[in-house]
């Protein structure tokens, strides 16, 4: 057989969704279906012409000048959300903001092996990131005045890093093993760290000599703490033990052992008189300890495995605002506290009552009961400085900050005004959400949907309802006004959301497999599409009156059919909501009429599985986007390809239309985003920001804005900056004219030496040579001296 009937025989193998083809074969244009001329969609259908502003409006921002500005010819990555905290260890720090700004507190976590320090502000990254050992960070710690970084991993190392110059200053071996938790004196001098090894060391900072070195505990030593006058040198160690020791570091010596838990000791804190210890543990219950007697004064029982506990100081709002008069708690010898655990909430204890006066009636966090790593609600908490607030940080790497207020009926109401999200997990679909397109709804891979507020990057709220992974999402907003958003779940059900109230108001149950896509009206958004690996395709329909009413109710399915052989990726509605595309991994993408779902045409010519489709929003045809490295548009009335797009190295995931049609977007495996004119085939710009497969592309329908996602967790927002670009061109041209006149000045005034350096920065080598050709012409000892003074400068 042939070479050339060999590779006809070869059939390529189909893409699955996480290992995806990376070559194929190209098959040649149809110039004859390129001149076809294009039919659009009725006039009442496509977007409205654009309106010249009268002289009394406003000026458009950047944002609302999109669509005006024509074609694109470039984007800026403005925004990035990236991944700055893995789980483990985190320290919170003050750094100065400027001059006369105050100062910014900061988050300083354990990212995988990295050391990332971000704003909690906006989670922003402050420098950047800090490459540690090749393994897991196990302990961080940060000295008083937050200059300086204590890290230690699974290489037992302890390092020393200078915030400011991101500097390793000083590393010595610490422990036999890791080292699960440190501590600083507040001197600065020294560092206490807790090992895996079942020891407890004390460092000497500036030396990086072990001061003290303590045996006594015969399990894992969790946690470490030094007592809060620095007088007193005392240390406080918990251990998996059950046993809480208190070492006094003049006579070297474990002075107490306060045994009282019957499982892992998780957490410490100090009154702040220094004369109350709280140890909390799994074991559901509070100790509070006597440090004048080292005995114990009460158990407060929790029923909870409390993860986290911290006194809550006699001068903060939070007591103010629980109607603790500062007077009065003066004359108590105990104060408050809270506790954070595996349930998710937070609570508010009183020592003295051993009562708890405040709990938090629902959780903020998603608790999933079948793993018993996740069912820990709360992993720590923190209280953050000049009384901003509490800080909890979650088991799936959310840092939660809460503030407290008084309502008029004079009851405590705890408020979450931040969540930053640590970890996003591989992002797989995303949109813009609401009539100003002000947040993000993040599918990862979780049950829920993160949405996040686009200005400040920070997650607004979780929707939470959905037993599996989350693959795909939709939003819309319908003809009485509501923003909704479709999902579709690993657990083989859709849902439909009400962003007001934030909540669950439908669930569609039907498919006999994972949901793969979901699509909603474009005209009447009353009905939505949804696709499944069942190979079938269903239409949901709602009203009004399921929007107003309370609770959660059943969908129906209108109507469904077998659409495909194979998995059903993508799905789009015509914007007359006339016709229903789709698009699956057997290679072609099917058009379906509505309501009844008829099938209308089959588009073939993939080689490999298609990823999205999407119609133009004014033309009568369909862009698809394939594993065999192509974007293709096809012709809706006879399934003809009218063109085809060239240019990625390996899938392409999604392809977007932009600019009314007359451009599109494209991402792929590659890592790479494209933006092409369809006229041209010319794909003008490829930008590189993410490290892995791109699988997320939402367009803002209003600003046309961008956003992407992929395998490396990174969510970045992409801005229209062509009209900037064209100023900022502008603007050179105008210095470039400026100086090539001064150039001719300097010349006239014979200059030689201005001119000569002029030319060279004008990078003109015509005028150079002319200019030495003049010189040498017409030599004389001052043009002599003006050379070499100008060859010894630039030197």
């Known amino acids: 057989m042939s070479q050339k009937k060999k590779k006809r025989a070869e059939k390529p193998t189909e893409p699955s969704r996480r290992t995806l083809p990376s070559s194929s074969r190209r098959r040649p244009l149809s110039h004859a279906a390129t001149r076809r001329r294009l039919k659009p969609f009725p006039p009442l259908l496509a977007p409205p012409p654009l309106q010249n502003p ?30 700055f905290y893995t789980g483990g260890p985190f320290a919170v720090g003050r750094a100065p903001r400027g001059q006369g700004e105050g100062e910014e507190a900061f988050l300083a976590c354990a990212c995988g092996s990295e050391l990332r ?78 090992g895996a090894d079942k020891k407890v060391c004390v460092w000497d900072v500036d030396g990086g ?10 399990a894992v030593v969790t946690t470490i703490m030094f007592h809060k006058d620095p007088k007193r040198l005392l240390l406080f160690s918990g251990s998996d033990d059950g046993t ?34 709280l140890s909390a543990g799994r074991d559901k219950v509070v100790n509070v300890w006597d440090l004048r007697k080292y005995a114990s004064k009460k158990t407060i029982p929790a029923y909870e495995m409390i993860e986290g506990v911290s006194f809550i100081g006699p001068g903060s709002g939070i007591l103010a605002c629980l109607g603790v008069e500062a007077a009065k708690l003066k004359e108590k010898t105990d104060g408050y506290f809270l506790t954070v655990g595996e349930r998710g909430i937070v609570r508010i204890w009183c020592l003295e009552s051993a009562v708890c006066v405040f709990e938090q009636q629902s959780s903020d966090v998603t608790i999933n009961s079948e793993n018993e790593e996740s069912r820990r609600g709360f992993t720590a908490t923190n209280m953050l400085p000049d009384d901003q607030g509490i800080l909890c940080v979650t088991a799936d790497q959310q840092f939660l900050f809460y503030s407290c207020t008084r309502t008029d009926e004079g009851t405590f109401q705890l408020n979450l005004y931040k969540r930053l999200i640590g970890y996003n997990d591989e992002i797989l679909d995303l949109k813009f959400v609401g009539e100003e397109e002000q947040y993000l709804a993040v599918a990862t891979n979780l049950e829920q949907v993160r949405v996040y507020d686009v200005a400040s990057m920070s997650c607004s709220y979780v929707l939470a309802g959905h037993t599996e992974i989350v693959v795909c999402l939709d939003t819309c907003v319908s003809a009485s006004g509501k923003t909704l958003v479709v999902t579709g779940s690993k657990d083989n059900t859709v849902r439909l959301w009400d962003m007001e109230k934030r909540s669950c108001i439908g669930t569609g149950k039907g498919h006999l497999g994972a949901i793969g896509c979901v699509a909603f009206s474009k005209k009447s958004k009353n009905f939505f599409v949804s696709g499944s690996s069942d190979r079938t395709i269903k239409v949901w329909t709602w009203d009004d009156t399921l929007i107003d009413a309370g609770g959660e109710v059943p ?52 080689k490999r599985g298609i990823w999205s489709v999407e119609f133009s929003p ?145 990078r003109r080598p015509r005028r150079l040579l002319e200019l030495f050709s003049q010189l040498c012409r017409y030599s004389s000892l001052k043009v002599v001296r003006s050379l070499c003074f100008f060859l010894y400068k630039f030197d």
């Open 117 to 194: 320090v971000v704003s909690a502000t906006d989670a922003s990254a402050i420098g950047e990131p800090i490459d540690g050992d090749s393994e897991a960070v196990t302990g961080i710690a940060l000295s008083p005045d937050s200059r300086l970084l204590f890290a230690a991993g699974h290489s037992k190392l302890i390092r020393v890093w200078d915030l400011a110059s991101r500097t390793c200053i000083r590393s010595w071996k610490g422990h036999d093993g890791p080292v699960m938790a440190m501590s600083c004196h507040a001197s600065g001098g020294l560092l206490a760290t807790a």
């Open 618 to 762: 004014v033309e009568q045809c369909v862009i698809t986007s394939s594993g065999d490295k192509t974007v293709k548009i096809w012709h809706v009335a006879d399934g003809s390809c009218l063109k085809t797009f060239e240019g990625h190295t390996s899938s392409v995931l999604r392809a977007s239309f932009l600019s009314r049609g007359t451009q599109f977007v494209s991402c792929g495996s590659d890592g790479l985003v494209k933006l092409w004119t369809i006229k041209t085939n010319e794909c003008i710009a490829t930008y590189d920001k993410h490290d892995g497969k791109v699988w997320a592309l939402a367009v803002g329908k209003k600003t046309e804005m961008l956003a992407t996602g992929g395998t490396d967790s990174d969510l970045n927002l992409w801005h229209d900056c062509t009209m900037e670009d064209k100023q900022e061109d502008f603007l050179k041209k105008e210095e470039e004219v400026l100086r090539g006149q001064e150039l001719e000045n300097a010349v006239s005034d014979s200059d030689y030496t201005r001119a000569i350096q002029l030319a060279f920065e004008l």
């Open 244 to 277: 809480v020791r208190v070492w006094n570091l003049e006579s070297k010596k474990c002075i107490a052992v306060l045994n009282a838990h019957f499982s892992t000791v998780t957490s410490l804190a100090l009154s702040e008189d220094g004369l109350t210890l």
């Open 54 to 83: 009268s002289s009394d409006d406003p000026p458009p921002t950047r944002n609302a000048m999109a669509l005006s500005q024509g074609p694109k010819n470039n984007y800026r990555c403005d925004r990035s959300l990236q991944q």
């Open 209 to 218: 000599f072990c001061t003290h070195f303590f045996r006594g505990h015969t």
């Open 555 to 606: 969908l129906k399915a209108k109507a469904g059919v077998a659409a495909h052989d194979k998995d059903i990726n993508s799905l789009s509605v015509s914007p007359n909501d006339g016709l229903v595309c789709s698009g699956s991994e057997d290679r072609t993408a099917s058009i379906w009429k509505l309501p009844n779902l008829v099938s209308s045409v089959v588009l073939k010519g993939h």
